[in-house]
């Protein structure tokens, strides 16, 4: 049974780590990952699952494929059911779950930003009102939210002495740093995550311990999103000839290799020294 608009359900799977060993006994790497389900989200994940970190995936259905790999790897998996459209009931959400851990069992945290969404594809006037919200929404005002929520918590736990590394990683485009035609609520939320990221960037720079933030272009990545740039109407969208030549050509990264890259990144020593940055350089 799913959940409905706006409501969610949540599943846990906490594997010991050694025959009588409690399972926090070793301080875990936390990441918290928005949009898990598909594409490069759910190729990050299955990256993630390892016996040293603790996964929480935020998505608008769990994956049970993902709660089998995570006994098998030994991995502590936290799934949430959550409609990011919804994004105040989602950080409101985050917020309460990151002050019930404990940060002595918490080696360093981490948030990414990874879920959106493309509307309708044509110019803006005709972009049925609710997919509009929904894009900006879950494109731009979930990350932020989740961000300030993720910061305030953690923010918590340094005033309190704890002193593991912070990143807020946020999955942006190269549509947020070029205009394209008929993609207007899409390149607008990573435009304006690619902003928010500099200016928190900043932010952070002035407090004692604080976070690093990088808004990160992918590349193109082979998911259902190209899939449904490539089904456009060409009438409304005249860029829709670059999408299936890139296919064609076979220019698009897979969602595998893409992850791989992304999660790489997130481990650069210089993680955060640029605030936005692309995979391909």
């Not at 608008?60 to 009931?89: F, H, I, K, N």
């Not at 918590?156 to 947020?176: C, D, E, Q, T, Y």
């Not at 190209?226 to 000839?241: I, S, T, V």
Request: contains cysteine.
């Amino acid at each position: 049974m799913s959940a409905a608009p706006g409501r969610s359900q949540a599943s846990s799977h906490r594997s010991p780590q050694g025959e009588g060993i409690p399972v926090n006994l070793v301080a875990q790497h936390l990441v918290i990952l928005t949009g898990a389900s598909r594409g490069m989200g759910l190729a990050m994940a299955r990256h993630l699952l390892t016996a040293d970190r603790l996964l929480l995936c935020i998505s608008r259905r769990t994956t049970p494929g993902l709660e089998e790999l995570a006994r098998l790897r030994g991995a502590t998996l936290v799934q949430w059911s959550q409609d990011l459209s919804q994004a105040s009931e989602a950080a409101v959400r985050l917020d309460a779950w990151l002050d019930a851990q404990r940060p002595a069992d918490i080696a360093s945290a981490t948030l990414i930003n990874n879920a959106g969404m493309i509307p309708r594809i044509g110019p803006i006037d005709q972009c049925p009102a609710k997919e509009l919200e929904d894009a900006l929404r879950v494109g731009l005002e979930a990350p932020m939210l989740l961000s300030a929520a993720f910061l305030r918590a953690t923010g918590h736990w340094v005033a309190a002495g704890w002193r593991g590394p912070r990143k807020v990683l946020n999955i942006s485009s190269g549509l947020g740093r070029r205009p394209m035609a008929a993609q207007a609520p899409y390149c607008a939320a990573k435009a304006g995550l690619d902003h928010f990221t500099r200016c928190s960037a900043l932010d952070e720079a002035q407090r004692e311990h604080g976070a690093r933030l990088v808004s990160l272009a992918p590349g193109v990545i082979d998911t259902d999103m190209q899939e449904h740039l490539r089904a456009g109407d060409p009438a409304a969208f005249p860029d829709r000839a670059r999408f299936v030549e890139l296919q064609r050509q076979g220019l698009l990264t897979s969602p595998e290799e893409a992850a791989a890259r992304v999660l790489a990144w997130l481990e650069r020593p210089d993680f955060g020294d640029e605030p936005v940055a692309d995979v391909r350089g």
